[in-house]
């Protein structure tokens, strides 16, 4: 057979070219060409003469059963296991874990075949020997060819296959270096036909930069099924495993996992993981009730309010969003009339955990205050809320749960937007 032809497409306006060029000639876009196969015409005919359409009453539902992957936090962000035939990205930073997530999911399921292309058969020995779970069922393969691997799986017929990662996947049929546009993109797309072909499922590492956009699994989002974040910061120990997307299942579940020198573990209470450091007594310290998915998690908040020596004071915030903290800082100044503007303002959320729903903003705004007031708050004391610009708590979302979670922690006081509908009556109350 003759080797297929390749062009450059344009992303942005559809045009081609045989060669890579930096700038499309046609609409002048930058970086927008990516390389792609032609397909030929004797495929797509075949293709097109495989299905027919059919009335919603001549469809048959076959429901599948899943295959439960045996670690509890991961069966629950993915929607109670893995759905046969589907495609599953893990992406993440790398060094956050997704090897070791893969590695010990391998060792819990039978006939499972894990891919490697970033390290030797050795190297995972290695690892493995670390992590204790010496599997005898999961078959390695140290490749990066993406043909080469699908023969492999066709011949092995494996239960699960794991490529780590399509970064490093190159198929034959492009010219472009494993890594650039084209190749992650073709590669993907050769891996998910042959999971719908042979129904075995398969797990996608991608690697993400910070900035979280460029020629990585971005790209992928829309081609795969299932799209799970794994993050977390790397010098402490939670990572969250975080559903972005499911063709299966809900995508608001949370899993929460502990790096240990055995690596990953379970964390069932991930309160108990967040508030495990806690220094009690000491002003600009609250704890704060908030939501991981559909599971309330108390996490401690801390701010630290610090004269300045800049003309514009400087916010800065760890796991909660700076303009948040800019908000925030704007209404205290503003409602309770404090000189905010001649001091700095940190905030930090302890645990390396993001905090992204405003539920924290009544936490944020007393850590800021007993920072200020060099007054600490009650031991017992939860709170959240969300405050609007013109100082008043306003209701969130799940009270009920949150309130739960805090009193199953001991927590006694709870202040809730029910209690104090101003942030100043809710400052005279719990700081005279
Ligand atoms: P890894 O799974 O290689 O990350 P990724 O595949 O996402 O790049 O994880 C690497 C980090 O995890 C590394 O910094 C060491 C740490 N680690 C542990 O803390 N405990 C362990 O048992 C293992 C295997 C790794
Ligand atoms: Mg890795």
Redesign the pocket.
């Known amino acids: 057979m003759a080797k297929q032809r390749t062009v450059f497409v344009c992303q942005q306006c559809g045009a081609e070219s045989p060669k890579w060029m930096g700038r499309c000639s046609q609409c002048g876009e930058w970086n927008s060409m990516v390389e792609a196969r032609f397909a030929a015409s004797e495929e797509t005919e075949r293709i097109l003469s495989s299905t027919r359409p059919q009335k919603l009453s001549q469809i048959k539902i076959t429901t599948q059963k899943r295959i439960k992957t045996g670690i509890k936090e991961f069966d629950l962000v993915l929607g109670q296991g893995i759905v046969p035939g589907s495609v599953i990205l893990i992406a993440?930073e790398?060094?956050?874990?997704?090897?070791?997530l893969m590695l010990q999911l391998a060792a819990e399921i039978d006939n499972c075949l894990y891919v490697s292309g970033e390290e030797s058969v050795q190297q995972i020995k290695t690892?493995a020997q670390?992590?204790e779970s010496e599997s005898q069922k999961t078959l390695f393969l140290a490749e990066t060819n993406v043909e080469a691997i699908c023969a492999q799986i066709k011949e092995l017929k494996p239960k699960l296959f794991i490529i780590d990662s399509i970064q490093t996947s190159w198929t034959s049929d492009l010219t472009g270096t494993a890594g650039s546009v084209g190749q992650i993109r073709e590669s993907t797309s050769k891996f998910l036909k042959l999971a719908k072909r042979e129904n075995i499922p398969a797990f996608l590492v991608g690697h993400v930069t910070k900035t979280g956009t460029i020629a990585g699994p971005k790209i992928l989002e829309h081609m795969v099924d299932t799209v799970v974040y794994f993050e977390g910061e790397k010098f402490s120990s939670a990572r969250l495993l975080r559903v972005n997307k499911n063709r299966f299942g809900a995508t608001d579940e949370v899993g929460v996992f502990e790096?240990?020198?055995?690596?990953l573990s379970e964390v069932t209470n991930p309160s108990r993981l967040f508030l495990r450091q806690r220094v009690k007594k000491v002003p600009g310290s609250v704890v704060v009730a908030t939501m991981e998915g559909t599971r309330p998690v108390l996490v401690e908040v801390q701010a630290l309010v610090a004269p300045t020596s800049l003309a514009i004071p400087r916010r800065i915030s760890q796991g909660i969003d700076s303009r948040r903290l800019q908000l925030i800082s704007a209404v205290l100044s503003k409602q309770l009339k404090f000189p905010l503007a001649t001091f700095d303002i940190y905030v930090n959320v302890v645990g390396g955990i993001k905090i992204e729903e405003p539920g924290s903003d009544l936490g944020v705004a007393l850590a800021i205050i007993s920072s200020f007031k060099n007054f600490p708050l009650d031991s017992k004391i939860v709170c959240f809320g969300e405050i609007g610009l013109l100082g008043e708590i306003r209701i969130v979302s799940q009270a009920e749960k949150r309130k739960k979670e805090a009193k199953k922690l001991g927590f006694t006081t709870i202040i809730s937007p029910e209690k104090f509908a101003f942030i100043n009556q809710a400052m005279k109350e719990i700081f005279k």
Not at 259 to 263: A, F, P, Q, Y
């Open positions: 993440g790398p060094g956050i874990g997704k090897s070791t690892r670390r992590l790096m240990t020198d055995k690596g």
